[in-house]
């Protein structure tokens, strides 16, 4: 992905993280249980564009945050 698109997807992430009052250590948990390997610190490096995301996360993001795709990609 671009970089700055990636950058923006992790932001939007986040965003959608905390409107759901979760931290970043209740979030990379709700992945684990889902089958990504996802810990704390790789999810703060995907919040902030550093670390690719990947479909199947992409997928369990959806479903975690209980969000469209449009929802996590505008």
């Not at 997807?9 to 684990?32: H, P």
């Not at 790789?42 to 990947?54: D, T």
């Amino acid at each position: 992905m671009n970089a700055v698109f990636e950058k923006k997807v992790g932001q939007r992430i986040r965003l959608l993280r905390e409107e759901r009052k979760l931290t970043q250590e209740q979030l990379s948990a709700k992945l684990q249980v889902g089958g990504c390997d996802i810990t704390r610190s790789a999810l703060a490096k995907i919040e902030v564009g550093q670390r690719h995301l990947y479909v199947d996360e992409l997928k369990l993001f959806k479903e975690i945050l209980n969000v469209s795709y449009e929802s996590i990609l505008e």
